[in-house]
């Protein structure tokens, strides 16, 4: 499975809507009917933190900001309303099949 | 509460070996899956292994698949990524975190920072 973000930068305006896009090269379903695809924050210096789980399902404590859509190979994760704390690199996960695999992450910086 | 600690990290020579721990509390590694994942420095994350949802198996990224294995010690609840034939383009921060929901990394830590050099 190949995962493929876009953009690989992304300069947005505090309080500005953001997109990132992310690919599977396979269909993420899996017998289960379940799709594992997942996103994740990692601000500068920290470890990553999961932020959705399952396409859309929201971590606990995330803000409500943050969603995620999509199917089979083509997903989204959308923040509606950029913060400053929001900064960092984003990156999507498939946990459908072993390996797992990343995306090559997205830098989100404020204009 | 759930946590995960990693150790062990360090400067090894290329073809050399080492061990990573990951001590975890709040949970037991013999019956939930852990994932080791790596970050090159610069660069972004890469999955390294697991143990699987139930922490009974093994799986590893094609990148190091038959150099690094996944052992545990339920006794003191580690698991352990034993690094063997080491390269340079192994030298990264490496993390390790606890699986739920979703069959992903939720609980992670701070990371143990391996150094691959002459």
């Known amino acids: 499975f190949v995962m493929t973000q876009s953009p690989v930068s992304l300069p947005v305006t505090l309080g500005q809507a953001a997109s990132i896009s992310c690919r599977s090269s396979q269909s993420l379903v899996y017998d289960d009917g379940n799709t594992y695809l997942n996103w994740f924050h990692q601000r500068p210096g920290q470890s990553p933190r999961r932020l959705i789980y399952?396409?859309?399902k929201r971590e606990s404590g995330v803000p409500d900001r943050f969603s995620g859509s999509g199917s089979g190979t083509d997903f989204t994760l959308k923040i509606s309303r950029v913060e400053a704390e929001d900064v960092g690199l984003y990156y999507c996960m498939q946990a459908t099949i072993w390996p797992r695999t990343f995306g090559q992450g997205t830098r989100l910086e404020i204009k | 509460e759930i946590q995960v600690v990693e150790s062990g990290g360090g400067l090894v020579q290329p073809g050399g070996s080492l061990r990573l721990s990951c001590t975890a509390s709040?949970?037991?590694?013999?019956?939930?899956?852990v994932s080791w994942i790596r970050q090159l420095p610069g660069k972004g994350l890469e999955w390294v292994a697991a143990?699987?949802?139930?922490?009974?198996?093994?799986y590893y990224a094609d990148s190091v698949y038959g150099r690094f294995t996944l052992s545990k010690d339920p006794s003191e609840n580690i698991l352990y990524l034993e690094m063997g034939s080491v390269r340079v383009d192994d030298t990264a921060t490496y993390y390790c975190a606890k699986e739920t929901l979703g069959a992903s990394p939720q609980y992670w830590g701070q990371g143990t920072a391996v150094i691959v050099s002459s």
């Open positions: 143990t699987g949802y139930n922490g009974e198996n093994a």
């Open positions: 399952e396409v859309s």
């Open positions: 709040g949970f037991s590694v013999a019956n939930y899956g």
